[in-house]
């Protein structure tokens, strides 16, 4: 693996070992056992949009590691005035180890790594979300045991959390059913490239069918980042789609509640669910850190 742009730049076997790791070195952190094999290493993290978890979850993983992280926001960046994604990709990779991307649109990410000679990370564009899918399936591991047979429902907006989340299922064995209004369906290549991978997609406009029986209820807000000019619609159109407790009723009694936050309770989830005892949002936000210390370790040592 050379760059994580995409849950399908893993391996089977890569994203197990990546698991194992974020687990271990989460056992480690709590023990306050430390370790700096990337001491003396920078990375630079290109944001061109907002970010608590990820960027926090990325400085202090550089920290705890003995490295170096640098914020580099788009808007104090040449980028910013018109320098070329290709020519800083070229510059930064003469300074850095490692280049984490939050962008809009997912060519660019694919640009900086076509022109990187260091890993390049996707954390977060329109497209995937794979930072966000190794902190999910950790909590899901730690919570149900395994990830193999169980049943992930994803509610609401087939939006770039979602897709990521299609490959991680398919990846891990898990069977997904998304629910969405017509016209918010998930990415068509990337669920085709799941089945492909031997997943077990559904795609239906029924909550309730997706729900039912479900071991997690994932969702997501109804607005991301870039499509706030349709924030009426999507209200409107997304209203039927809210993880509230009618659906925790249909799911497994033991379902787990996850949303990759930040969450808008009384939109894609109601309060009670949100801050109910099925809800693990927070040991989901803390794994972030985890994750994503295994997968700077693994792309950089
Ligand atoms: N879940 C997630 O990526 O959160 P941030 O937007 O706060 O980084
Ligand atoms: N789908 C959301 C995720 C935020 C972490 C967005 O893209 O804004």
Redesign the pocket.
């Known amino acids: 693996m050379k760059h994580l742009l995409s849950m399908t730049d893993l391996s089977h076997e890569d994203l197990v070992e990546l698991l194992d790791m974020a687990a271990d070195l989460k056992e480690k952190r709590l023990r306050g056992k430390v370790t700096d094999l990337l001491k003396n290493k920078s990375i630079g993290m290109i944001f061109e949009k907002s970010s608590t978890r990820t960027r926090v979850s990325f400085e202090v993983a550089m920290s705890d590691l003995g490295g170096h992280a640098l914020y580099l926001n788009t808007r104090d960046m040449q980028l910013g005035r018109g320098e070329t994604v290709a020519d800083t990709a070229h510059v930064l990779s003469r300074y850095l180890y490692c280049l984490v991307a939050r962008v809009y649109s997912h060519d660019t990410v694919r640009e900086l790594a076509e022109n990187s000679s260091i890993p390049v990370v996707n954390a977060?564009s329109d497209l995937e979300?794979p930072c966000?899918i190794l902190a999910d399936l950790l909590t899901i591991r730690e919570y149900k045991n395994r990830l193999k047979g169980l049943k992930y429902a994803w509610i609401g907006d087939g939006?770039?959390?979602c897709n990521s989340a299609i490959l991680g299922c398919a990846m891990s064995d898990m069977e997904i059913a998304v629910a969405c209004p017509p016209g918010y369906e998930p990415n068509g290549k990337i669920v085709e490239q799941a089945r492909k991978l031997g997943g077990r997609v559904t795609v239906t406009n029924d909550p309730l069918e997706a729900a039912t029986d479900a071991d997690v209820l994932y969702t997501?807000?109804w607005v991301?980042?870039g499509d706030e000019q349709e924030r009426e619609k999507r209200l409107a159109d997304l209203s039927p789609y809210q993880i509230n407790s009618g659906l925790v009723d249909a799911a497994k009694q033991d379902v787990i509640v996850m949303h990759?936050?930040?969450a808008h309770r009384g939109e894609e989830i109601s309060a009670d669910v949100m801050d109910g005892p099925h809800s693990v949002v927070f040991d989901q936000a803390e794994n972030r850190l985890h994750a994503q210390k295994a997968l700077l370790l693994k792309l950089m040592c």
Do not use: A, E, I, Y
């Open positions: 977060l979300h966000q939006n770039n959390v997501d807000v991301s980042m990759c936050l930040p």
